[in-house]
């Protein structure tokens, strides 16, 4: 073969493996684009809820209060039967860590949607941390962490003024944390107690911020008594002791309302059909996470020995099923989802990784095939799982043109929600989300603020605070937080609340003005309102149509 001929094919040749190794590169870009894009996404709804000034999900305006009640020095777990009857479900950390807030701005909504939201970002850098820690590849350690904050389910609940998140992040630390010190541990045979110290205290702090935490205490001394069985138990009964003597304290500094109110009130009954609808949800917006961190766990069973992630994720799936509880929902999978993007960052590193080591060449080529097609893959796959958990406000231009480009339409037709009021037709939402219709996600308006102002001249026309199922209304009016709604219903369903007191001032119309939005008091109580109260305003917001009612 002539001079020219060969020039010409190994020029051809040369273009080939330019192009085939500058194309994981590329996939890589765009995936890292993708899921920045939706880290902006989740920036914009934290800033549009630090704005809003009343609840957003039912219920903030009683974490609000609760952290309100701590910066007053008093406890939030009280006495249901007697007025104002308010009590807190939840355990303190939380709200301990919001009080400087408060004494600093006043009882602000923004205060601990901040908390919440510094939280999941926080959690998203320790699962990050541990997937570079162990493969050195930054757009990977990016990717498991972004993916993170882009699920559908991290975004909804991420900014709101509730302790979940805040529980997820504890939870995280301590897992990455204790991986790192058993691995150093094994790595020179030196115990590092004080490590383990830190890990227990994180458990601790978990477990005080949200009771669901007990599912990676389980998994973390699980996994302890694996490698090392006598210093498993060691740790877990002071553990316990610790936990216990401050369950034990709480109880009764608040006289026993502290166990009423945290344990039986949290007995709620299970809905099969709404655990069935959640998982399928959870794995058809998470699918390339979920499989492949099952798979790289099953790889673990089989093959090495369990890692602290494999049982964490694999607890953590099963305590999930609590979601179909009555007053749960999506945000019980969050500890999941974190696991999961850990062990998608570590299965794909060890791919990566083993690509290079076993090389895989055709012909005379320099190119590692192997490595190339699983690296091509990889980015592949991210933004084949960026797809599936689509979510974006379409309120601008600029938004809609985007959502429009890739597939999707620029608005939705929702009906608000209707309980206290006569249906209405669907109207168009600027927010597309592959979970489906959802209450959460799309970022609060002006109009929404005007409404909830509105809510708030109709309670201060009376001379009373309002009976309303939210606290937001009440905080603006300046006047005082009454009821918990769904605590009451918890307590009422377990036969653990007297309302005798509540209905008799319902029935002699001791409030000037009742709130509702949800109906979620008791069947008694709805029964009471009915009879004594009429609807004289309907206001929207947020999606909610709610009932202002005077009394007749």
């Not at 964490?312 to 993007?341: P, Q």
Request: one cysteine or more; charged letters at 15%.
């Amino acid at each position: 073969m002539s001079s020219p001929a060969i020039e010409s094919i190994e020029t051809k040749r040369a273009g080939w493996e330019t192009a085939v190794t500058y194309l994981p590169k590329i996939l890589i870009g765009l995936a890292l684009l993708a899921f920045v894009g939706y880290f902006v996404v989740y920036n914009m709804y934290a800033v549009a809820l630090f704005r809003f000034p009343f609840d957003y999900d039912q219920g903030e305006g009683f974490e609000l209060m609760d952290t309100v009640l701590f910066s007053q020095g008093e406890w939030p777990y009280r006495d249901n039967d007697s007025f104002p009857f308010y009590s807190s479900n939840y355990p303190p950390l939380f709200h301990v860590v919001i009080v400087p807030l408060v004494w600093a701005f006043g009882p602000q909504y923004w205060t601990g949607r901040l908390v919440s939201y510094l939280g999941t970002l926080i959690t998203a850098v320790a699962i990050g941390y541990a997937v570079q820690k162990t493969g050195k590849r930054w757009w990977l350690s990016a990717l498991v962490g972004l993916a993170f904050l882009a699920s559908n389910y991290v975004y909804h609940v991420g900014p709101l003024f509730r302790q979940h998140m805040f529980m997820v992040m504890f939870e995280t630390v301590a897992v990455v944390y204790l991986a790192r010190t058993i691995e150093k541990e094994e790595a020179d045979g030196r115990l590092r107690n004080k490590r383990l110290l830190v890990v227990t205290l994180l458990l601790l702090a978990a477990g005080y911020t949200k009771q669901l935490a007990y599912a990676t205490v389980a998994a973390v001394f699980i996994f302890l008594f694996l490698r090392q069985p006598k210093r498993a138990v060691a740790w877990a009964i002071p553990f316990a002791a610790v936990t216990g003597l401050i369950f034990l304290w709480i109880n009764i500094a608040t006289d026993g309302y502290w166990f009423l109110n945290t344990v039986t009130a949290n007995i709620n009954p299970f809905v099969p059909g709404q655990a069935e609808g959640l998982f399928r949800q959870w794995f058809r917006l998470h699918m390339v996470l979920t499989v492949t961190a099952v798979l790289f766990a099953v790889y673990q069973l089989y093959f090495e020995r369990l890692s602290l992630y494999s049982i964490w994720f694999v607890v953590a799936v099963v305590n999930s099923i609590t979601a179909g509880k009555w007053g749960a929902g999506e945000s019980y999978f969050a500890t999941a989802i974190a696991a999961s993007c850990i062990l998608t960052g570590l299965a794909f590193n060890r791919l990566l990784n083993r690509a290079k080591t076993k090389q895989f060449t055709i012909h005379n080529s320099q190119l590692n095939i192997h490595y190339l097609a699983i690296a091509t893959v990889i980015p592949l796959l991210f933004l084949f799982q960026a797809r599936q958990m689509f979510h974006m406000p379409t309120h601008t231009p600029t938004l809609a043109a985007i959502a429009n480009a890739l597939g999707y339409p620029t608005e939705v037709m929702i009906p608000p929600q209707t309980s206290c009021s006569a249906p209405r037709d669907p109207e168009p939402i600027p927010y597309v989300d592959s979970a489906g219709v959802s209450l959460l996600g799309r970022l609060p308006t002006a109009e929404d603020t005007a409404a909830g102002i509105e809510i708030t001249e109709h309670i201060l026309r009376g001379e009373t605070a309002a009976f309303s199922e939210d606290a937001g209304f009440n905080f603006r009016a300046g006047r005082e937080i009454v009821t918990n709604p769904t605590q009451l219903l918890n307590l009422y369903n377990n036969n653990e609340v007297d309302l005798t007191e509540m209905l008799a001032m319902l029935n002699n119309q001791a409030f000037d003005t009742v709130v509702l939005r949800a109906q979620f008091y008791p069947p008694p109580v709805l029964d009471a309102i009915g009879q004594q109260y009429e609807t004289t305003t309907l206001v929207q917001m947020n999606g909610f149509v709610y009932c202002i009612m005077r009394p007749r």
